[in-house]
């Protein structure tokens, strides 16, 4: 029984953090007393503990408790415990490397997979594919792999971008570099568009949200979709 | 005797290969008959020899010869025997994984800094630099190792864009991705925007083109300037 939401993004422009999400996480996480947040991908500015009052304030509106699994100086035993999950966003390389350097990747994902609810933003949604390989941020770490848990049978590209018309700026577009991605993986890839998640529920996916997801699978052509089948 | 020239972009938008950089290439190659094109940061598309014609169609307009360093089966003589170097844009994890694969790296640094005349554009550009950590490129393959060439005491961001004015999208832009790497990394970056380059003659380095550079150090306010000094 997995249990996974994945969205493209925390924040939508003008609102509260996690505010159009609220709703579906009182549904989500309707079992769930305290969900364990998980704040390693924000790269500083900000300490965890701030982070984490971030994603309590707004968890506190549907009457959810939130802890940082940076707070258990034993991480493994903050994962066993854990009755769900949430990561947040910030830097995937950071993020994917703190897992490794944790040496706590292997060990969230066998608990996710044992039914222990998963829910991501952004880089947090990153990591539930199959690697880190196509997300949009800079690589201000070097992590040990880009190998990421493999929940799902495809990749996120999270914050989704359609070409800007008429730009001249010469760098990629976001599907020139995801055809790129294609040319040396055979992973599949969907496009989640802000204000876009998936709700996964054992092997069925369910598109959620306001827009369509673009898909990109090596040797295809890109298409919309607003349901996700692999 | 250092000799680099490191542009943000080969192209300019509606311009042709090159064609912005051609009058400085003729003096910057002023004694050069044949110039070694690397053309690995290439994802696919386009075969390396055809890339390598684009390269040399834009260098017969100050008639220079250009020969692909993938056609050299020794590519360690092929930069041996070079003359001058241009590395191309693409994808800055694919050119590292690719120099790192065939054991060139430390061999094309050294033959650089023994005097042999190097001109990156975009992915080449970056690999001149500190690290290829502030590149903005897709991470779509796995190099061993972040480091380059360390020519400069310094990281290149090429492509270097300012945050758009009243945007609603809720990803990083590339001052904040700048300022994440700074959290980790004490190595001043270098905003290069398209149409700009840098001339670096041993230590002397001189920011030609038409716009300022956006200079980012840890712990300072990120500022404009027409003067790079280091």
Same mark, same amino acid.
């Given at each position: 029984? =997995?249990?996974? /939401?994945?969205?493209?993004?925390?924040?939508? *422009?003008?609102?509260?953090? /996690?505010?159009? /999400?609220?709703?579906?996480?009182?549904?989500?996480?309707?079992?769930? =007393?305290?969900?364990?947040? $998980?704040?390693?991908? &924000?790269?500083?500015?900000?300490?965890?503990?701030?982070?984490?009052?971030?994603?309590?304030?707004?968890?506190?509106?549907?009457?959810?408790?939130?802890?940082?699994?940076?707070?258990?100086?034993?991480?493994? @035993?903050?994962?066993?415990?854990? @009755?769900?999950?949430?990561?947040?966003?910030?830097?995937?390389?950071?993020?994917?490397?703190?897992?490794?350097?944790?040496?706590?990747?292997?060990?969230? =994902?066998?608990?996710?997979?044992?039914?222990?609810?998963?829910?991501?933003?952004?880089?947090?949604?990153?990591?539930?594919?199959?690697?880190?390989?196509?997300?949009?941020?800079?690589? $201000?770490?070097?992590?040990?792999? *880009?190998?990421?848990?493999? /929940?799902?049978?495809?990749?996120?590209?999270?914050?989704?971008?359609?070409?800007?018309?008429?730009?001249?700026?010469?760098?990629?577009?976001?599907?020139?570099?995801? =055809?790129?991605?294609?040319? *040396?993986?055979?992973?599949?890839?969907?496009?989640?568009?802000?204000?876009?998640?998936?709700?996964?529920?054992?092997?069925?996916? &369910?598109?959620?949200?306001?827009?369509?997801? &673009?898909?990109?699978?090596?040797?295809?052509?890109?298409?919309?979709?607003?349901? $996700?089948?692999?």
């Amino acid at each position: 029984m =997995k249990k996974l /939401l994945l969205a493209s993004t925390s924040t939508l *422009f003008g609102a509260n953090y /996690l505010d159009y /999400l609220l709703d579906d996480l009182a549904v989500f996480f309707k079992d769930i =007393k305290t969900i364990t947040f $998980i704040p390693f991908a &924000r790269p500083g500015g900000i300490p965890h503990d701030t982070y984490t009052k971030i994603a309590a304030t707004a968890f506190a509106k549907i009457d959810k408790e939130v802890v940082g699994l940076h707070s258990f100086s034993n991480k493994e @035993e903050g994962i066993a415990n854990a @009755e769900a999950f949430f990561c947040g966003g910030g830097n995937t390389f950071l993020l994917v490397e703190q897992l490794y350097s944790f040496s706590i990747l292997e060990v969230l =994902k066998a608990k996710i997979e044992s039914g222990t609810p998963y829910m991501g933003t952004s880089a947090g949604s990153n990591i539930a594919g199959i690697s880190m390989q196509t997300t949009n941020d800079m690589p $201000i770490v070097y992590p040990p792999s *880009f190998k990421t848990m493999q /929940l799902v049978p495809f990749n996120i590209n999270a914050h989704y971008l359609d070409p800007i018309p008429n730009s001249t700026h010469n760098g990629e577009t976001r599907e020139t570099r995801i =055809k790129e991605f294609h040319c *040396f993986n055979n992973t599949p890839v969907v496009g989640l568009r802000e204000g876009s998640y998936l709700l996964v529920t054992n092997s069925q996916i &369910r598109l959620m949200g306001t827009h369509t997801a &673009r898909i990109f699978k090596a040797n295809q052509r890109a298409y919309e979709t607003s349901e $996700i089948e692999f």
